[in-house]
């Protein structure tokens, strides 16, 4: 969250309670992890070094090209970083992992 000063943030987090509820933000959340382990243990069958810590949406990876970066807007220095998030789909994990693995 960014903080408690902008006004909006706060608002959509009460709304996601108020929609969800707790457990579909359990469930939410537990369809995020399921998916970035998945994400790791493809990217590692494919001799993509990739790890990510125990329960973690973060996925972490070699550095790519500039135009992977570009088009998959991996935020990257010295690695790259997927954070699956609520409305990532397994064919976005799949078309992103043949990416990276096909690159270098």
Not at 72 to 101: N, P, R
Request: glycine residues 6%; hydrophobic residues 45%; proline residues 3%.
């Amino acid at each position: 969250m960014s903080g408690s000063r902008n006004a909006y943030t706060p608002i959509i987090l009460w709304y996601a309670i108020r929609r969800l509820g707790v457990e579909g933000i359990k469930q939410m959340f537990v369809e995020c992890e399921q998916l970035a382990a998945y994400a790791a243990r493809e990217l590692n069958a494919r001799g993509v070094s990739a790890w990510r810590n125990p329960n973690a949406l973060t996925v972490v990876f070699p550095a790519v090209e500039e135009c992977i970066k570009a088009k998959w807007q991996i935020a990257a220095q010295d690695v790259g970083h997927l954070v699956v998030a609520s409305g990532t789909t397994k064919s976005q994990i799949d078309a992103l992992i043949e990416a990276v693995s096909n690159s270098g």
